[in-house]
């Protein structure tokens, strides 16, 4: 199983940004996808949390500025990150719980991570 994330990039304060993460492989059905990110010098902490059935959850950092969806077919979940401010800069890593085969137990798997950079 591979998640591909992209759609990182520069942006100014104010500006807004879409990224989006595809699992790929031998997958019978994923649980939930989301994002973590992680500034320079600090720990992974979660952004936001998408189930298969579309209950979101946000980190309170997000709220009202960032909107998570899922698109079951493609297998794909995307972030959409409005008024960003240089505090959200770092890098955004994807992960989907992924039920290879029937009868499996989840796994969690990560995406590379995409560099998102805010300047002020």
């Known amino acids: 199983v591979q998640l591909q994330a992209s759609g990182g990039g520069l942006v100014q304060f104010g500006g807004s940004l879409r990224l989006s993460c595809a699992a790929s492989?031998?997958?019978?059905?994923?649980?939930?996808m989301g994002w973590y990110r992680q500034a320079p010098g600090k720990q992974r902490e979660l952004v936001a949390t998408i189930t298969s059935g579309g209950t979101t959850n946000y980190a309170d950092s997000g709220k009202g500025r960032f909107t998570i969806s899922g698109d079951n077919d493609k297998k794909t979940v995307y972030l959409q990150m409005n008024s960003l401010k240089p505090e959200d800069t770092g890098v955004y890593y994807c992960y989907g719980d992924v039920v290879r085969l029937r009868h499996l137990s989840p796994t969690r798997y990560w995406g590379q991570g995409t560099l998102v950079t805010v300047s002020s």
């Open positions: 492989g031998i997958i019978f059905s994923i649980n939930g």
